[in-house]
């Protein structure tokens, strides 16, 4: 099938803009205090920006055009390319594209055996997703990625066996607009199940309730990172004083990431390295400088924490408290100070 069985790291500059203006310039400068890691892994390859072209507003049933993201249908159906797990408000945990679209599953199908019942009309509202180029997701279990054939011949990408889909009234990257539409239609969680959390559209019935811990784990990549809800400042032989999570898991800046105006340039596959720090609450921090201790509003619908108005992110090559795997890695990522500036010890 062609099904691929790992991740890939790519970082693409892009501008995320901070809801709020608080955040100012001070003398830490990145570019001139971060010397490369002599042991450090090249820097991560320069990704192409997604396409998130608009989709038109064809509706389950309708004999209109799909638009750019179902007009295809299943001969055309587009593949998935690098899947990633995103973190949604309403939501939950979600398993999205390379471009960062929401994928779905129809509970008419069936997963044992994998079996498509979306042909037709409904196929022009709920794209198909072909099977052929995927990435299993960062923290994901690669034996869950599978292939049905459907009626026509062509080959969909099935998630835990079940078939997956887009939705045409998804515009850009982060909807979920398909999710609860008409009882039968949810995202996808990374194990194939409906992803937690769910909001009930059009008369929905509530979602299956497993905890995001198991829709996607806190190590996988494409999605904010669980802190437990706050920060601390840890030890290390090395280092010295340096940010952890909740976990004790460290925490690391970006260096071509600027904080004023506040941006990240970590964005699509560079996520699944590179998990973000989800937004924590202050009075549970120790140790930790909070002037200008901001979140961040990403165009993929997640917010990030930062620090100092630098925006901030764990490693998934970090398995275990204490490690500090990604420091240094391509001269590009460092551990954090508690006042938020990077350390380059080497």
């Not at 179902?70 to 398993?95: E, F, M, R, W, Y």
């Not at 471009?99 to 199908?109: I, P």
Request: glycine share 14%; charged share 20%.
């Amino acid at each position: 099938m062609g099904i691929k069985r790992g991740t890939t790291l790519a970082a693409a500059a892009i501008v995320v803009v901070l809801a709020a203006t608080a955040c100012g310039p001070t003398d830490d400068k990145a570019a001139d205090t971060t010397k490369p890691v002599g042991a450090a892994a090249a820097a991560p390859d320069t990704g192409k920006a997604p396409d998130t072209g608009k989709a038109s507003d064809a509706g389950y049933g309708s004999d209109g055009a799909a638009g750019a993201a179902g007009a295809a249908g299943a001969s055309g159906a587009k593949p998935a390319g690098q899947l990633a797990i995103t973190s949604n408000d309403k939501v939950g945990p979600v398993l999205t594209d390379s471009a960062g679209m929401t994928l779905y599953r129809f509970d008419k199908d069936t997963a044992k055996p994998p079996k498509s019942n979306c042909d037709g009309d409904c196929e022009k509202t709920w794209p198909v997703v072909a099977a052929g180029d995927a990435t299993a997701a960062a923290g994901m279990d690669p034996a869950l990625l599978g292939e049905v054939v459907r009626t026509d011949g062509s080959k969909q990408l099935t998630v835990g066996g079940w078939p997956a889909y887009r939705y045409s009234k998804d515009t850009k990257a982060g909807d979920v607009n398909g999710q609860g539409v008409g009882g039968v239609w949810f995202a996808l969680a990374a194990d194939g199940k409906k992803a937690a959390k769910a909001t009930p559209a059009e008369g929905a019935p509530p979602a299956e309730s497993a905890p995001p811990a198991e829709a996607a784990p806190p190590a996988a990549g494409g999605g904010a990172a669980e802190a437990d809800g706050k920060l601390s400042v840890a030890k290390d032989p090395k280092l010295g004083d340096h940010i952890v999570d909740g976990k004790g898991m460290t925490v690391y800046r970006f260096k071509p990431d600027t904080q004023w105006p506040m941006t990240s340039k970590c964005v699509g596959d560079c996520l699944t390295k590179w998990p973000v720090v989800a937004p924590l609450e202050k009075a549970k921090d120790k140790g930790i400088v909070e002037k200008n201790y901001t979140v961040l509003n990403r165009p993929d619908g997640q917010k990030q924490q930062s620090v100092d108005c630098w925006p901030v992110y764990t490693f998934s090559g970090d398995k275990k408290p204490g490690d500090v795997n990604g420091q240094g890695v391509g001269g590009t990522w460092y551990a954090v100070s508690p006042d938020g500036k990077l350390i380059t010890v080497q």
